[in-house]
């Protein structure tokens, strides 16, 4: 296709990295299919088809119609296929209408890149278009709005395609530096105008680098920061992101949680204070009160980042210098045009439709919303009650709980009035609804109907949600096993007054039981549970804090379990304080569970470069087991064991070690940690050269694996038998390896794995002739482990020996240069751009 005007379509699928994970080998089936379903589509209409890469496509069509049409008639087929394990395939879709300049035959230009972010804006299943697009293709549309694009210097007015058989309602738009960047309100905010003025004006001031909104719980702080927050999205090019910290208790879990909402992986302090220092943005830090270390977090965000603006949302002030402070004041409640009676008139309107204001309801209106001082929180609980009573009666029983709850001369007065609201809507429940509710209070961060069902209820939870949440005291979100449930956290502070050691108590064990079956779907199926289970992080934290003050036994059960979430995930410094607390907290005890969570903890002191400690716990794990008569537990600390001896430098040893390891767990028949053993002998053969016995060893572990479907461990597995290949020379072979193991190690995203996979690719790099990749490689792998805090004790001698690999292709300063600049890049993202 020539030059002149044409339409650009871009697609790609969304979430393939989970899919990847949860279909394992299935994936290319999938993505097969796909590419049948879209090219057939493509070519329908003419479509010429410029780029494709792994999941996604770049088509162009003679005009604007000829595109809608076939990305409707593809997202149809797509949507009426049956997908490997029952999964959905979802492919978001971008086109835009130019005229982009054409080189040998290849499109150029702004257009095709406007056209690209098009695509990477929209949602799985959905078609969003440019405005000329839209009006060249006489479709039907729905206006999306205009919003900001990456590296896209203009705002753009951004439309969806809508047709039959297609889904209609998507999330906001995935752009950067818009309001959709926000939680988008269900609701308009009342009231509040002068509040967004000032606000703004605050954060549009350059001497103004943090404002925090303060105020009583149920004053409407976190809806102001929306609101404001929206305003200014134009004003940070790097985007506008809202935390939520409710749930969160301590500095650590608060870098993650901003390292998730900004998708910084991993989860870790230099590395999220690394990428702000380089960005112009706006952070919403939604809830700091019950954090006493929040202040140095946000101290060093400002201090380290100087483009980077915090509006932050806490019942008290942060005590920093240069804070700029909001108080949020109660709506004004004193006549009908109050902004307290707008609300309270809004959200009765919602659950009785034809409620309006009239010369009997007005003036107890009014004086309700009066006694509830305004506050928002208090007056939509109210106002929900407008299903069951009249106004009349709302007001009598709002004066007789408060009557009742406010005579406490030591509670704030705000929080007596929002207290009395919440303890009057609790009034209204049956005495077992009353009894969820404060078990609800159990839960961080929400909860699965399943959880609720079995620390809650009792029994099928969903009329007592519906009850709740008609009540507006629970809140519902879709999360992957289906409903979330959540109390606001106003409410839930509240609940937790009453709340019984024994709600806890069955809470700890629910959650160590789901840890443990976690645990075994990630050695004995394909799935790979990694997502749930960071789902319920907060729930894991809640349980092991009690478990370990409380109930010892339940709280080695937790760490025990959890291991490999942590060490997956990235969280090795949290990983190591549970380990360390849980062992203290054990004492003399005697039992398994002590003795894998020795085994953890001495994995993660081998991580951290300590070995002699390491070799002190994994000896109390390995006798602690054959005081208990544990042949898996003796098995297992073994093979920890060999790992350990292998780095004090007693390789004979730690072969012997191994060795008995995997004759006991053959006679143990596990093959999961009989393949991980296995690997690790392997490691041992490779290291005294013997590479024959290496490759029988590790192919073996490989086929264990790829047996049992775990993909973490067939990643790990097949990248030391890369590594093998490329010390035996054959390299041919481990490239081939290497290109395949990529998507998979990547999608995984695993420090250890990625660290490991990358040594290996150096090595590689620097075997077939690449010498600048292999320095950049291992600058970015030592700059990796320093951030996580991996020591790498063998550093010195990998130096040594690439520099001696490296002979005359490349001078020692050359190499340093390269390395040096390593150290600022992404292992992941170098590894992604390898050309071999």
Not at 147 to 155: A, C, G, R, V
């Amino acid at each position: 296709m020539g030059g002149g005007t044409v339409a650009m379509l871009f697609s790609d699928i969304e979430g393939s990295t989970v899919l990847l994970r949860r279909l394992g080998d299935r994936y290319l089936e999938a993505l097969e299919e796909h590419r049948r379903i879209l090219r057939a589509a493509w070519a329908a209409y003419g479509g010429t088809e410029l780029g494709t890469e792994g999941d996604s496509f770049f088509v162009v069509f003679a005009t604007a119609g000829e595109a809608v049409r076939a990305a409707v008639d593809g997202q149809r087929g797509l949507e009426g296929q049956r997908w490997p394990g029952g999964e959905r395939l979802r492919v978001r879709m971008g086109i835009h209408t130019g005229t982009p300049g054409v080189h040998n035959g290849d499109y150029w230009g702004m257009d095709v890149h406007l056209a690209a972010r098009i695509g990477a804006a929209a949602h799985g299943g959905q078609i969003v278009v440019s405005a000329v697009t839209g009006e060249l293709a006489h479709v039907t549309l729905r206006d999306l709005g205009t919003h900001h694009l990456k590296d896209i210097p203009e705002p753009e007015r951004l439309f969806q395609v809508t047709a039959d058989e297609l889904q209609a309602d998507f999330p906001p738009l995935r752009t950067v530096g818009t309001a959709t960047s926000l939680p988008a309100p269900a609701t308009p905010l009342l009231g509040r105008a002068d509040d967004v003025v000032r606000v703004t004006s605050l954060l549009a001031n350059p001497d103004v680098r943090l404002v925090t909104l303060t105020g009583p719980g149920g004053a409407g702080k976190t809806r102001l920061a929306i609101g404001a927050a929206a305003e200014l999205t134009t004003r940070f090019p790097g985007g506008v992101y809202f935390v939520p910290l409710a749930s969160v208790t301590s500095g650590p879990v608060l870098w993650s949680t901003i390292a998730e909402v900004l998708d910084v992986p991993p989860r870790e302090r230099g590395r999220v204070a690394g990428y702000l220092a380089r960005r112009t943005l706006l952070l919403v830090l939604d809830n700091l009160e019950q954090l006493p270390d929040a202040d140095q977090v946000v101290a060093e965000i400002i201090e380290s980042a100087p483009q980077v603006k915090v509006l932050a949302t806490s019942r008290r002030a942060l005590g920093l210098l240069g804070e700029h402070q909001h108080p949020v004041a109660p709506l004004p409640a004193g006549s009908v045009t109050s902004a307290a009676v707008q609300l309270f008139v809004q959200r009765a309107r919602a659950v009785r439709p034809g409620f309006a204001l009239t010369a009997e309801n007005t003036a107890d209106v009014v004086a309700l919303c009066r006694r509830l001082d305004g506050l928002p929180l208090a007056i939509e609980l109210c106002a929900s009650r407008l299903r069951l009573l009249s106004v009349k009666e709302l007001h009598a029983r709002v004066d007789q709980a408060l009557d009742i709850v406010s005579t406490s001369a030591a509670t704030p007065e705000r929080q007596r009035t929002l207290r009395a609201t919440i303890a009057w809507s609790d009034e209204l429940l049956s005495p077992d609804l009353r009894r969820t509710l404060r078990r609800l209070a159990v839960f961080a961060g929400g909860a699965d109907l399943a959880a609720v069902e079995k620390v809650a209820t009792g029994t099928d939870p969903l009329e007592a949600v519906a009850e709740l949440y008609d009540g507006s005291l629970i809140t519902l979100t879709e999360g992957p096993d289906g409903t979330r449930v959540r109390l606001l956290e106003t409410i839930r502070q509240y609940a937790a007054d009453d709340l019984t050691d024994e709600a806890r108590r069955v809470h700890a064990e629910y959650y160590a039981e789901l840890a443990e079956a976690l645990e075994n779907t990630k050695q004995t199926t394909p799935d790979y549970p990694i997502e749930r289970a960071e789902i319920d992080l907060d729930n894991f934290r809640a349980a092991l804090a009690w478990a370990t003050a409380n109930d010892v036994p339940t709280a080695l059960r937790l760490c025990s379990a959890l291991g490999w979430v942590w060490m997956v995930g990235g969280y090795l410094i949290e990983s190591r304080s549970w380990h360390e607390r849980v062992v203290t907290a054990a004492g003399a005890t005697s039992s398994p569970e002590l003795a894998a969570c020795l085994r953890g903890l001495s994995n993660l002191l081998l991580i951290q470069g300590e070995i002699d400690r390491a070799y002190e716990v994994t000896n109390r794990s390995v006798e602690l087991a054959r005081s208990l008569d544990d042949p898996a537990g003796i098995a297992f600390g073994l093979t920890v064991l060999g790992s350990v001896q292998r780095a004090q430098g007693d390789i004979d040893a730690s072969r012997t070690t191994l060795a008995d390891a995997v004759v006991r767990l053959r006679e143990l028949d596990d093959p999961w940690r009989l393949a991980r053993v296995l690997g690790h002998l392997g490691g041992i053969e490779e290291e005294l050269g013997n590479f024959a016995r290496a490759e029988e060893l590790l192919r073996e572990a490989l086929t264990l694996t790829e047996e049992l479907g775990d993909v973490h461990e067939i990643a790990a597995q097949g990248q030391n038998l890369a590594y093998l290949l490329t010390l035996a020379g054959r390299l041919d072979e481990a490239a081939d390896l290497v290109r395949e193991l990529r998507p998979t190690i990547l999608a995984l995203g695993s420090p250890s794995l990625t660290m490991a996979f990358s040594h290996t690719a150096m090595n590689l790099s620097l075997r077939r002739g690449d010498p600048v990749g292999a320095a950049r490689l291992f600058g970015a792998e030592e700059a990796m482990g320093e951030r996580l805090q991996i020591p790498n004790p063998y550093l010195d001698e990998e130096l040594a020996e690439a520099l001696e690999l490296l002979g005359d292709t490349l001078s020692r300063a050359d190499w340093e240069q390269h390395r040096r600049a390593g150290r600022a890049e992404r292992v992941e993202v170098l590894l992604d751009r390898l050309s071999w």
